[in-house]
């Protein structure tokens, strides 16, 4: 409220100065206020505020100032109004150039705290898979033989009975057809069906190579037993066919022999029983002396001292004859193996399921 004309006796008032000398003491006042108010805005959000109150263009107590106390001041204050407002904004700017820094660092000094890593902490473990026991007996197979000099092919699951049976030596009506008890795929146009083995692929191999032939066959083949603890709908062989102009009965001997011994222990020996088989000729099953016991007799021969291996034999000379080789020329031996039951004996497990249900706990019994 104005009470007198005098303009420097005006100014004054607004300021609340009673004297020029009391503007400095006012100043002081206000400052004082800015610094209390500095030290209540800890947090980024009432620094903010606290920023836009005092420095705020339009509305900021700077600007007041300015506006009120400096612009219509007559000469003689707007000197000391002046000098006092610059020496006020300095120290506002200084204060709150410094409050940013406080507030920054503390706020980064949390974060850090809260992300700080402890490097004598012990890890997240990451859980490893491994290959299938069957899988890595496959690879074992696989290993023996392509050190010998087979090299490894495999097939189609799907099969004509051609390739299945026929060209093996199985003709129609012939009763080896009877126990494979075949899956036969109906509808298609000519007769499909699951191959029931590896063999097989022994006819596909020779009608497109010339030989010397030496193969090993991995894969799934097919009957329908019925399923129960020790039969399923599927499971796996590995084939084996050596076919050159001089292969001997010693050849196939030599090379069980090299398999058993690679198979289940330098000290394995094994010995041939007669068997028939239409594509072989003769034709034996294999077995090796117990792995366990060495031959003395235990459970697991079943205190016979030898556990079959897999089925064998000299090639008989009438499959060459589908596939266009010469009898009189050609020999070779033959082979084909159960590769879940060479697992499950050679690693004790006692039941098939085990093999197909993926229970982890069964699985991680073999690293
Ligand atoms: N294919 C026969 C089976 O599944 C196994 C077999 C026996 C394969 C003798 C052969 C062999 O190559 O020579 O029962």
């Known amino acids: 409220m104005t009470t007198t004309n005098d303009p420097t006796a005006q ?5 609340g100065a009673k004297t020029p000398e009391a503007v400095a003491e006012k100043f002081a006042e206000v400052r004082r206020r800015f610094d209390k108010e500095a030290t209540d805005s800890s947090d980024r959000e009432r620094l903010q505020a606290f920023v836009l109150r005092w420095t705020g263009r339009k509305a900021g107590v700077l600007t007041q100032i300015t506006d009120n106390w400096l612009k219509p001041a007559t000469p003689e204050l707007k000197r000391v109004v002046g000098q006092e407002l610059n020496k006020l904004k300095a120290h506002v700017e200084t204060t709150l150039e410094e409050k940013r820094k406080e507030i920054e660092t503390a706020s980064e000094q949390t974060v850090t705290a809260r992300d700080k890593i402890d490097l004598s902490l012990p890890g997240i473990e990451r859980a490893f898979g491994t290959r299938h026991l069957i899988r890595q007996t496959f690879e074992e197979l696989q290993r023996i033989f392509t050190a010998i000099g087979f090299s490894v092919v495999e097939g189609p699951e799907i099969e004509t009975p051609y390739y299945n049976f026929e060209a093996l030596n199985i003709p129609e009506h012939h009763p080896a057809r009877d126990n494979m008890d075949t899956f036969y795929i109906e509808g298609a146009r000519s007769s499909y069906l699951l191959r029931t083995h590896t063999s ?16 090993v066959v991995p894969g799934k083949v097919y009957r329908r037993d019925n399923p129960d603890a020790t039969h ?31 198979f289940l222990g330098p000290k394995t020996k094994t010995r041939l029983r007669p068997s028939y ?10 077995d090796a002396t117990c792995h366990v016991c060495g031959g003395k007799g235990c459970r697991v021969c079943k205190f016979s001292g030898w556990i079959e ?3 064998a034999g000299m090639v008989n000379p009438a499959v060459y004859g ?10 070779g031996f033959a082979f084909g193996m159960g590769v879940d039951r060479l697992a499950m004996m050679k690693y004790g497990v006692t039941e098939v399921p085990l093999l197909f249900q993926n229970d982890v706990r069964f699985l991680q019994q073999f690293p």
């Open 11 to 15: 100014t004054l008032e607004r300021i």
């Open 200 to 215: 097989p692929m022994q006819i596909r191999t020779m009608e497109k190579e010339k030989p010397p032939v030496r193969i």
């Open 232 to 262: 399923g709908y599927m499971f796996h062989q590995i084939e084996g066919l050596a076919v050159d102009t001089d292969i001997t009965f010693c050849d196939f001997k030599g090379t069980v022999d090299y398999f058993a011994r690679e």
């Open 277 to 286: 088989f239409p594509f072989t000729e003769p034709s034996a099953e294999v």
């Open 309 to 311: 291996l897999f089925g």
């Open 322 to 331: 589908f596939v266009k080789y010469d009898p009189e020329r050609l020999s």
